[in-house]
């Protein structure tokens, strides 16, 4: 069983950058494929990225690609989303997932991920 723990959320001005991070403990974290998701209010939560266990393969959402990029150090037990020029739009509140490697990765299906963090709030003002 893995335990999540996001932070770095914040209030940043549209065109800012801001970085999460997500802790994991209670399990070997090179095992989990790892993801970032995000909930607005009133809209079903959706997949922001996703990373293998190693690092060498990332996907996108379209509408976050190019500004957004995920990454993980297993040294440290910790995935990371740096977010560079951030709009309005991108305010939700940001899930990191994790689920352990089995050979298959479908990184943007929410149903993939058994273990889910707390979230934290990402607020851009225009």
């Known amino acids: 069983q893995v335990h999540l723990v996001e932070s770095g959320g914040g209030l940043v001005q549209a065109g800012g950058s801001l970085r999460l991070s997500c802790g994991a403990s209670g399990d070997t974290f090179s095992r989990y494929t790892m993801g970032w998701f995000r909930q607005a209010p009133g809209k079903e939560r959706e997949f922001v990225a996703g990373?293998?266990?190693?690092?060498?393969?990332?996907y996108y959402a379209d509408s976050v690609k190019g500004r957004f990029t995920i990454s993980r150090d297993n040294a440290k037990n910790t995935v990371y989303l740096q977010m560079n020029s951030l709009k309005p739009e991108d305010t939700a509140v940001y899930y990191c997932?994790?689920?352990?490697?089995?050979?298959?990765?479908?990184?943007?299906?929410?149903?993939?991920?058994?273990?889910w963090g707390q979230g934290t709030q990402v607020t851009v003002s225009s």
């Open positions: 990373i293998r266990p190693s690092g060498g393969n990332t």
């Open positions: 997932a994790a689920e352990r490697w089995s050979g298959r990765w479908q990184p943007e299906e929410p149903y993939e991920y058994h273990y």
